[in-house]
């Protein structure tokens, strides 16, 4: 059986079984990819987000093709807020904050319509949906309680933004001993150049978050 996934990355070759490998995307929600929600309030360009949809499609499609654990993360929060600080919900200037109503329901809060996963993206069965209430996927959920009842040891990333809800995950990972690979095309930024630093940055001294990979490479990459 085809188990082994080997690929040229940065800052040298990756290789996992994909046993004891997970697919995790990051906040791919209507929130901050579609015009409307809450990406847009902040002022961003949420067309930048848009070309990482069909490249993380692939990526899916790829991961439920050899029966990876597939984890679907949201940035949201409870109706009550309660697990939002006020540090978070105060900051900057937004025309909307987390929590108020807008075009797809109230911002940011778990099972409003613009919490939902992208159409594009959607979860099946078996597929885990995790609720995160910060930036990083570890912080506040069950999530390293879910990898280890699955012997999960490496993590394949894609999602939004690159240097927030990724990165962080990313980091929260390497510090917990997970191996991590993020697929280049299947992350995106509002800001193309904090994308491309944050590339090098995880790939810079020896990999001190991880590897970076091209999605061809995966893609092609099983044997
Ligand atoms: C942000 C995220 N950028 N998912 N969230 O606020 O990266």
Redo the contacts with the bound molecule.
Sequence with gaps: TLMTLRVRARPGPFACDLRNTALVL??MQRD?IEPGGFGETLGNDVGQLAQAVEPAARLLAWARTYGLLVVHTR?SHAPDLSDCPPAKRCRGEPSLRIGDMGPMGRVLVRGEPGNAIIDALQPIAGEVELDKPG?GAFYDTGLQEILQRRAITHLIFGG??TE??VQTSMREANDRGYDCLLVEEATASYFPYFKQATLEMIAAQGGIVGWTCKLDAVLRGVS
């Design positions: 990051i906040d901050f940035e930036k939004v933004t927030v809800c």
